[in-house]
Every structure is written in C-alpha cells, then in structure tokens.
C-alpha cells in the first residue's frame, strides 16, 4: 500500500429519504460520529494520496463538518445527473490529471467499513493485475441487493440488480456490497462510454464493471467473511441495529483492554472515549464524546458523561457530567449534575442532589448534599453545609463567590455574589452573606429567634397540634 499510489472516493450526495429527517442521512450521528466521520476516518486512516468526499444534499452542512473535521479531505459536488456513476465521476474531476494510481470507492453511509479490509482488496487487486474489484457478501435474505454472478468456475460474471434479475439469479445469496477499486485511468475512460439507459434514468458505477469485463479485463469479487462490515444504513431501524452492534464491539474491546464492563447490553461508549485498565463500568452508565477515565475508576450505575476527565481511583454514581474534571480519588454522586467548567480536585466530593457550573473544588473539599455551586472557586479541604446556594446572578449579570481552604460553612446558607470567605472562616446556619467573611471569622446573622409562648394554642384551637401542646403542657 505505501508503495502504491492511491485514492479513496466517498460518496455522500444522497438526500437519505427514508430516515423521514431534516438531517442528511450521512450526519445521523452513530457513537458519537456522524456516518459520514466514521467513513471518513477510515478513508484517511489508510494513508492514500487523495480523499475525496462527493457531496449534494445540504451540502453547507456537511461541508462545514468536513471543513472542521478533515480538512485534508478534496470536496467534489455531484451536479443534476443522478447516478452513482455519475456522483464518482465528479469525484474523479478533483484528481490531478496525470493521477494513473487505484481509486477506491466507498459510501458515506456505510459506517462499520475498517482499514485492514480496504487495505485487502487494495492490495489484491494491485497484485491481481485485476481491472475492477467488488466487494461482496452473503445474505440469507439478499432481497433488494444487486446479485454477484459467478460462471462455471466461480470466478465472477457479472453484478445483475435485484429488479433485473431472473428467478434463478434471485436465489443467489451473494450480493454487492457497494464497495470497489478501479484502475484510474480506465475508470475515466468507461464512465465517459457509458449512458444512463435503465429504468432509473441513472449513470450506474456497476456498469464500469461490466465494460471492464467486456474489455477482456479481469474483474474479482472478494467476499467479507463479516458482514457487519459492509452493512449500509437506510432507515432509523438498521441506525439503531449497527448502533448497537458497534456498540457491542466496542464494549468486547475495552474487556479485552482490561475493562470491567459488568453489562455490555446497557453500557453505550462513544469511539472517541478512553478507558484505563483496572475501570470498572457499572450498568446504565452512557460515555461520550472526549471522554476519559483513569485507572482503578468506578463509573455507575446509570452514569452520562460527556466530554469529561476523570482521574484515577474516583467513584462516580447516579451523576450527570458535562465538560468537567474529576480528580483521583474524587467521589461524584448519587443524583448529582455537574455543568461544564466543573473541576473537582483530587478526593474531593460532590455528593446528593449537588448541582454545580463553572465551579473550582479543591483537593479534599466536600460539597456532600442538596447544595448549588456556580461560578465559585473552593480552595482545599472545606466542607459546604447542607442546603447551601451560591446566588451567582443578579437578574443581568454573572457573578463569582471564593471559597477559601479550610472552611466550614453551615447548613441552608446563602452567598450573594460577589462574596469571598477567607481561609479557615466558619459560617453560621441559616445565614444569609452578603458581606465578605474574613479568614477565621465566625459569619452569621444578628436577628435573634424570639418564641411566641402558647401562639398554638390560641391561634389554632381545635387542631391536632394545638391539643398536642395542651395536653404536653398539662
């Protein structure tokens, strides 16, 4: 392969109808890829000289994710001639001239498709000195699928579409599977020969098979033994079926990795997440984007994390996580929701029903229940009470609150932002700050409790609690 000159040709023109959405079919996301960036990764993974992504249907949009993603890869528009021929034509059009090298050709809505596999049939059809290779697979139930046609000697004859097709040629369970290599410059040349007599009205790259046969050239089929690797997406069910077969393998790989995955059937992983050895991954839990986590690490049960560092030796449970970090040791959970710009240090806590957004927890600090922390700095080892909310907004604008080390604020308080607490303050339950709080000051306020002797009693005569209190008194 490194030896060899060669293109890879991926076609993304198709509206993709039947999945009844606004979003092209190639940018239906499928572990935390588009379809269209899992064949894209594939095609530039194999280190060709070109990659060429044709597109038509919303197009801005799909340029602009190719644009971002792949910014190596040449874009080729597909005009009004319909037709895979046609749409690899115009593919063609983006390759130098002199480009005399194998053009592969693959589909944006083929998702499973790997390297080592491309790299097969690329280098068997280079060694074969064959003109056309195909692709193929067998179906139980090929219905639909164009049929590969072997003769007497099971080399192959011809691909012969399921509407074209004899009864006898239906029975064949060898299909194509949509995926080629061409020589370059007879490429060209028999695109440019042939029409678009059929009963779609449509410029067939299949036909470049047939003349390339016709021409004497040697033409193969190569079966996949995997057939997931070659499955095509059409419609939201077959989205959902190789979801869940990646899905699956993805899983099997981390296992193999030294991963503890206790139920593969409920755990999702985006292709993009990286595990340790020695984590473990608790039912229900669901990781995607640039996620990582640290050796020793314990995610779940029924844990979502996106785009989101955890170090080693954490514990995250019943938690939603976004754009945050966690720090060894570091416990997460159950029922708390951590916002973007969250960063827990090292054995800190964030504990039940917790919330916090853009907020700095240092090493050994505890947020352990029912508080709201946002656009707060915590220094170390502090401890917020129960109940506290951070009042970050004044109905216009953001504010921040610093938290110093060695704090300890009280049950159910308040801090009105812009507020700092100083290293080693104490604050008072129930209090409401408004004021800053010097280091190893006592924050609290003045209004005094005052009790109302008997107000039960003669307030609320008749109730349950009015008797109680008689009766207590009596």
């Not at 269209?36 to 044709?54: E, F, K, M, Q, Y």
């Not at 949009?61 to 993603?69: G, Q």
């Not at 506290?388 to 009105?416: E, L, M, P, Q």
Request: overall charge negative; hydrophobic content about 40%; glycine content about 10%.
């Amino acid at each position: 392969m490194a030896d060899h000159k060669f293109a890879v040709i991926v076609l993304a023109a198709g509206a993709g109808t039947r999945m009844r959405s606004k979003t092209p079919k190639v940018m239906h996301e499928l572990a935390g890829l588009p379809l269209l960036g899992h064949a894209l990764s594939t095609a530039t993974a194999l280190g060709g000289d070109h990659v060429i992504p044709v597109v038509r249907h919303e197009r801005e949009l799909i340029v602009d994710y190719i644009s971002a993603f792949y910014p190596t890869a040449v874009i080729a528009d597909q005009d009004d001639i319909p037709g895979t021929g046609r749409a690899v034509e115009c593919g063609l059009e983006k390759l130098p001239a002199d480009f005399d090298g194998t053009v592969v050709v693959t589909s944006g809505d083929v998702p499973l498709l790997d390297v080592a596999t491309i790299q097969a049939m690329v280098e068997s059809h280079v060694d074969g000195g064959f003109g056309a290779t195909v692709l193929s697979a067998r179906f139980d139930d090929p219905t639909g699928y164009g049929r590969i046609v072997r003769d007497a000697d099971g080399h192959f004859a011809a691909i012969i579409e399921h509407r074209d097709a004899s009864d006898s040629e239906r029975a064949i369970t060898e299909v194509n599977a949509g995926v080629y290599a061409f020589d370059a410059k007879a490429l060209r040349e028999n695109l440019a020969s042939i029409g678009m007599e059929n009963s779609q009205h449509e410029k067939y790259l299949t036909d470049v098979v047939a003349a390339e046969r016709a021409n004497g050239k040697k033409v193969q089929a190569l079966t996949v033994l995997d057939n997931w690797l070659i499955a095509g997406i059409n419609d939201r069910v077959q989205l959902g079926e190789v979801s869940a077969e990646l899905n699956r393998r993805l899983c099997a790989a981390w296992q193999r990795a030294g991963v503890t995955i206790i139920d593969p059937s409920s755990t999702w992983l985006d292709v993009t997440v990286s595990l340790a050895e020695d984590v473990t991954i608790l039912p229900g839990t669901i990781l995607k984007g640039f996620t990582s986590v640290g050796r020793g690490s314990t995610i779940g049960p029924e844990v979502q994390m996106t785009d989101s560092q955890v170090g080693e030796n954490a514990t995250l449970v019943k938690a939603h996580v976004t754009t945050s970090k966690i720090g060894d040791g570091a416990s997460v959970g159950p029922f708390a929701y951590l916002r973007p710009g969250t960063d827990l240090g090292a054995d800190g806590k964030i504990g039940t029903f917790v919330e916090t957004k853009n907020a700095k927890i240092g090493a050994g600090s505890k947020v352990p229940h029912l508080s709201y922390v946002g656009d707060a700095e915590i220094g170390v080892e502090s401890n917020i009470g129960a109940g506290t909310i951070f009042a970050n907004y004044d109905g216009v604008n953001k504010h921040r609150s610093t938290i110093g080390s060695h704090v300890r604020t009280g049950s159910h308080n308040t801090f009105v932002a812009p507020i700092t607490i100083g290293d080693g303050a104490y604050t008072a339950a129930g209090t409401t700050v408004r004021k800053n709080v010097a280091a190893g000051e006592l924050g609290m306020n003045l209004t005094p409790q005052r009790n109302i002797a008997d107000w039960v009693i003669n307030n609320r005569p008749g109730t349950k609690a009015a008797d109680a209190a008689e009766k207590s008194k009596n």
